[in-house]
T-cell receptor
Framework: RKEVEQDPGPFNVPEGATVAFNCTYSNSASQSFFWYRQDCRKEPKLLMSVYSSGNEDGRFTAQLNRASQYISLLIRDSKLSDSATYLCVVTKGGGSYIPTFGRGTSLIVHP | GAVVSQHPSWVICKSGTSVKIECRSLDFQATTMFWYRQFPKQSLMLMATSNEGSKATYEQGVEKDKFLINHASLTLSTLTVTSAHPEDSSFYIC????????????FGNGTRLTVT
């Protein structure tokens, strides 16, 4: 089983739709969790950190479920500019603190 | 916010030559930097963890003699691809944290290497 797994998609949604992505991780000792956005041929950019209590930033909501070992990202009122690949990042625990990336989920928002 | 600068943004070189990529933290000190490689339509794969003042830690399957990493200061890490071959053509990205071990990574803009 991969350390961090994501459905690669693509998720093809119309503008204004709500879309949700999940990401599962295998190491129960994982310490920190993030969602990044990567545009084609560009470096990843931090979208938001993910906490057990959940956090929201405008149209984006992230949630962590430690018991089931997954994190989620919800995007409301999708915009054309949200089209990108969304990367789940999990930092290992146990002293290494090495960040591991999921393969990414591709989102395409169409008019 | 924290800025990581990577240079060059792209490079084309002939097979057999060596290429050096620089990664700088511009407004913070980074004792640890991470080097990733990404092939088209694939995920970022960690190549190595660069540690200031000591040897880099390489991931399984990454040849340390081929991908030389030097982290001589708290703001600079370099990756040298030695004797590059066409299969080394990829997108190389460095990253660093600007604070605690659980803080997010900040990425350089990446280097697109093409070996002909």
């Amino acid at each position: 089983r991969k350390e961090v797994e994501q459905d690669p998609g693509p998720f093809n949604v119309p503008e204004g739709a709500t879309v949700a992505f999940n990401c599962t991780y295998s190491n129960s000792a994982s310490q920190s969790f993030f969602w990044y956005r990567q545009d084609c041929r560009k470096e990843p950019k931090l979208l938001m950190s993910v906490y057990s209590s959940g956090n929201e930033d405008g149209r984006f909501t992230a949630q962590l479920n430690r018991a089931s070992q997954y994190i989620s990202l919800l995007i409301r009122d999708s915009k054309l500019s949200d089209s990108a690949t969304y990367l789940c990042v999990v930092t290992k625990g146990g002293g290494s603190y090495i960040p591991t990336f999921g393969r990414g989920t591709s989102l395409i928002v169409h008019p | 916010g924290a800025v990581v600068s990577q240079h060059p943004s792209w490079v084309i070189c002939k097979s057999g030559t060596s290429v050096k990529i620089e990664c700088r933290s511009l407004d913070f000190q980074a004792t640890t930097m991470f080097w990733y490689r990404q092939f088209p339509k694939q995920s970022l794969m960690l190549m190595a963890t660069s540690n200031e003042g000591s040897k880099a830690t390489y991931e399984q399957g990454v040849e340390k003699d081929k991908f030389l990493i030097n982290h001589a200061s708290l703001t600079l890490s370099t990756l040298t691809v030695t004797s590059a071959h066409p299969e080394d053509s990829s997108f190389y990205i460095c990253s660093a944290r600007d604070s605690g071990l659980n803080s997010p990574l900040h990425f350089g803009n990446g280097t697109r290497l093409t070996v002909t």
